[in-house]
C-alpha cells in the first residue's frame, strides 16, 4: 500500500515539475515577445505592432491588413469591432502564434485555390466566387444560397462580407462537416423508409 501511494506521489511530483516548466517556458516566451515587439511598453501588443511580430516570423514578408485582423480575432477569442485600436494581451500570445504558424504551413495551398477563385484579385472570396468553390468541393453540387450563408456566418471572422486568405480553412472544414451531416440525415431516412415499406404500407395496389 505504502508503495502505491510513494508512486502515485512521485507521479504527482513530475506532472507538478512538468506544468513549472511549462510556465517557466511560457513566461519566457512572454517576456521575449515583449522585450522585442512592445515598442510602447503599454504591456500588450497594438495592431502596429502585432503586424511587425507576424512579419518577422515569416522571414520579413509582410503580413497583410486581413491577416493581421484575423490573428487578432483569433488571439482574443471574439470579432473586435475596431481593429485599428484592438491589441493582443501577454496571455493570448500563445495563441496568436499557433493560429499564425498553422496558417503559413497550408499558405501555398491557400493561395493556389485564391488564384484559381479570386477572379478579380480582390483577395476575398465574395459569395459568388465562395459558391464555386463549395460547389467543386461537393462533386459539381452547387450550394444553396441558406448554406453559402451559413458558411459564411461561421468562417468570416474578420466580418467583412467575404472569405479571405486566412479563413479558407475554416470555410472548407465547416462546409465537409455540413455535407457530411447532410449525407448521414438522407442515410438515416433512406432507412427510416426502407424499413416502413417492407412493413407493408408502401405497397402499390
Known sequence: MATLILIQKRKECARRRELFEKKREQRKFVKDVLSSWDSSKSGDLSYEEVSKWLSSIAQGQPATEDEIKWVIVMANQKRANDFESASIAPAEF?????????????????????????TDSSGGLDRTQLTNLLGELNDGAQPTEEEVEWVLKHADVIGNGVITKPELAKAVSVWYVHVAEQEESQRAEQVNSSKFCSAGPCTVQ
Open 94 to 118: 500563445s495563441r496568436a502564434i499557433e493560429a499564425w504558424m498553422s496558417y503559413r504551413e497550408c499558405k501555398r495551398e491557400i493561395d493556389e485555390i485564391f488564384q484559381k477563385y479570386d
